[in-house]
């Protein structure tokens, strides 16, 4: 398991939000937290301290007229920390060489494939013909659907008819370098994670995979390394005290490296 950081834009300031709450209505969302500092303050914190593999979401839609306030501070944050950030949000073929040469490790996907209720495969090959597999993360960020899980998209409000499987994650591995999952219905709650999430996840064997979402405690990570087998990778937003919540952001990192090695 290994601390994954995140910078989340919002409207052109980095946010924490309750995920499910996010609509392109007014560009609103439920905040938990907005920071005085911009992106790049926290990718150079990253950067300082070497933590790789973190992800930039620019939170706006490209109609938004704050996208070029958000794909502002998404540049900035890649300009302080060139070679360790991912990016996503409206990525698309058209424009992922812009941000991976503009600094992004990787472009993180979901509505441009996933979209209709449908896997667009067409989309996804462009995708690979462009950039090549081992510069894609797959966002397969997901809500529960009776006793499953569905991927979701736009906004995390539409739900796809693409149940999230070990099956799948086979087949879609195909295509990408990694897995970002957004578990949505606990995403910003810091109220514990999605545990049957996590145990598919943990046994599954592939490629790296992040989840996201609920982790509000040491407990909650304690419960991710043994449901995930010790195999997933974290992101933790909300919960940290440098977006104003209550876990200290040194000791998250402490205490992962400790237990990835136990």
């Known amino acids: ?43 150079k914190l990253y950067k300082d301290q070497g933590i790789k593999g973190g992800h930039i979401i620019l939170l706006n839609p490209d109609s938004s007229e704050y996208y ?3 794909k502002e501070q998404a540049l900035l944050a890649l ?8 990016v996503g949000g409206g990525i698309t073929a058209d424009n992922a060489e812009e941000f991976l040469h503009a600094g992004a490790t990787h472009v993180i996907v979901t509505s441009y494939v996933f979209k209709d209720g449908q ?14 597999k081992e510069k894609i993360v797959l966002d397969l960020s997901c809500r529960r659907k009776g006793t499953d899980y569905y991927i979701v ?7 796809t008819d693409v149940k999230l499987n070990h099956e799948i994650l086979d087949e879609l591995s195909r295509y990408c370098d990694e897995f970002l999952i957004h578990a949505v219905d606990v995403e910003g709650k810091a109220s514990g994670i999605e545990k049957d999430l996590a145990e598919l996840l943990g046994e599954w064997n592939g490629i790296p995979v992040t989840y996201a979402g609920g982790v509000g405690s040491f407990d909650d ?4 390394k043994r ?13 940290l005290d440098i977006f104003g919540g209550p876990m200290n952001y040194e000791e998250v990192q ?8 136990s």
């Open 227 to 239: 449901l995930g087998q010790n195999k997933l990778n974290v992101t933790i937003g909300s919960a």
């Open 68 to 70: 070029e306030k958000t």
């Open 254 to 261: 402490r205490y992962i490296v400790r237990e990835s090695f």
């Open 153 to 159: 998209t736009d906004r995390w409000q539409k739900f």
């Open 79 to 86: 300009k302080a920390y060139p070679g360790g950030l991912q």
């Open 1 to 43: 398991m290994e601390f994954r950081p995140c910078i989340d834009i919002h409207n052109g300031q980095v946010k924490q939000i309750v995920g499910g709450s996010l609509t392109d209505i007014n560009n609103q969302a439920s905040e938990n937290f907005v920071s005085e500092q911009d992106a790049g303050f926290y990718a």
């Open 221 to 224: 990570l304690a419960d991710l």
């Open 119 to 132: 896997i667009h495969y067409e989309n996804l090959y462009k995708l690979v013909d462009k950039v090549g």
